[in-house]
């Protein structure tokens, strides 16, 4: 992913780059072949008018999900597939959050100082809802008229 100052572009290529870890997942992990996925196109909020009466726009909830159970083993490959799709992108900051997986939670996140993706990956288990998501947020960016 390249580097984006306007909303619109961010927000392109953040749902690209979303979508492309999506399918090379869905391509390498046989549980996932036959798995159905719901795709929400997430919710753009408007900030505060800024001294030149501007308004800078974010977007939430740009997401991949899926209700389908994981093992261990699948979770852990799915990481190295998103440190290595991830680490390619202008989201420099990649990493493993490890607090519950010993629960069965995986959290795997890429950001920068505006944009960030997670991947969280429920195994079953008692306290687990079986599941993958795939969630972006593009930060506050000015739109491409805004800028001209």
């Not at 009466?53 to 699948?74: E, F």
Request: proline share 1%; charged share 30%; net charge negative.
């Amino acid at each position: 992913m390249q580097k984006q100052n306007d909303f619109e572009t961010a927000c392109k290529n953040l749902t690209e780059g979303i979508s492309i870890f999506k399918e090379e997942i869905v391509s390498k992990c046989a549980e996932l072949q036959d798995a159905e996925w719901l795709f929400d196109k997430g919710t753009t909020k408007v900030c505060k008018a800024d001294e030149n009466g501007k308004k800078k726009r974010c977007k939430v909830g740009i997401c991949y999900i899926s209700k389908i159970a994981l093992t261990n083993d699948a979770a852990i490959e799915i990481w190295r597939m998103f440190k290595e799709h991830f680490d390619d992108s202008n989201l420099t900051n990649v990493e493993r959050l490890t607090g519950n997986e010993e629960m069965g939670r995986y959290v795997f996140s890429a950001k920068n100082e505006l944009d960030q993706v997670e991947c969280v990956i429920n195994t079953p288990g008692e306290w687990n809802i079986p599941l993958i998501s795939i969630t972006g947020y593009v930060g506050s960016r000015y739109r491409i008229s805004d800028i001209d």
